[in-house]
């Protein structure tokens, strides 16, 4: 699609749910991360995917969170047996990697609107 | 690990005043940094980005130097608008994860 899409775009949940968080990224990008904001904070890294595989999870705060892109795009955040504390924005971004634009690194990251948790 | 400092805000200014939000960072190697700018209601967009030392980013009359002598990467703009009011973050990236600093909120007044 022309952008990153996030659903559902509003969630609220009782402690103790379960959830998921869809995110769809831009067709064709290879690089696909999770971030969490929440109030007056910045953005924090969860989970980046290259492809299919989780190339890097350290940002994950607990076995509570786990997140999948079976088939290299669409991706699901999980977030079991759900707290207050797990309230905040989840923020989905994804980019690619063009030939000839240097280093990994400059890659420009296209942030999806965010998936706003409640957690009551 | 690889971190990155803004200064505090909220920033208040009146129209076309001078902008200067402070950014300085510490990374192994030698990151690429930008500044993403969140609309109220909106979400993350990238405003800037400047990928080696020297490096000056700009976009929309914003304009960032990449130090690597200072670690810094502040932004800057000559006059604000009151439609620049938003929440600023200065972000760097190393070979694969985007991280951000704490945001500056921006608000400028007629």
């Given at each position: 699609g022309a952008g990153v899409s996030q659903t559902p775009s509003n969630k609220v949940t009782e402690k103790g749910k379960y959830v998921e968080l869809r995110c769809d990224p831009i067709s064709g990008h290879t690089a696909l991360y999770w971030y969490r904001q929440s109030l007056g904070q910045g953005p924090e890294f969860l989970i980046y995917f290259q492809g299919t595989g989780a190339a890097d999870d350290s940002g994950l705060p607990n076995d509570r969170f786990f997140a999948v892109r079976p088939e290299g795009s669409v991706s699901t955040l999980k977030i079991q047996r759900?707290?207050?504390?797990?309230s905040a924005v989840y923020l989905c971004a994804s980019s690619s990697f063009v030939p000839g634009q240097g280093a990994i690194g400059a890659n420009v990251l296209t942030f999806g609107a965010g998936s706003r948790l409640t957690v009551l | 690990g690889d971190s990155v400092t803004q200064m505090e805000g909220p920033v208040t200014l009146s129209e076309e005043a001078f902008l200067t939000i402070n950014c300085t960072y510490t990374a192994t190697g030698y990151p690429s940094l930008f500044w993403y700018v969140q609309y109220p209601g909106e979400g993350l967009q990238l405003l800037l980005k400047a990928t080696k030392a020297d490096d000056k980013g700009s976009n929309k009359g914003f304009e960032a130097t990449y130090r690597k002598e200072t670690t810094s990467f502040h932004l800057e703009k000559g006059s604000v608008q009151v439609s620049d009011s938003a929440v600023y973050f200065c972000a760097l990236k190393g070979f694969q994860k985007l991280v951000f600093g704490t945001g500056t909120r921006l608000l400028v007044s007629p």
């Open positions: 759900t707290e207050r504390g797990d | -």
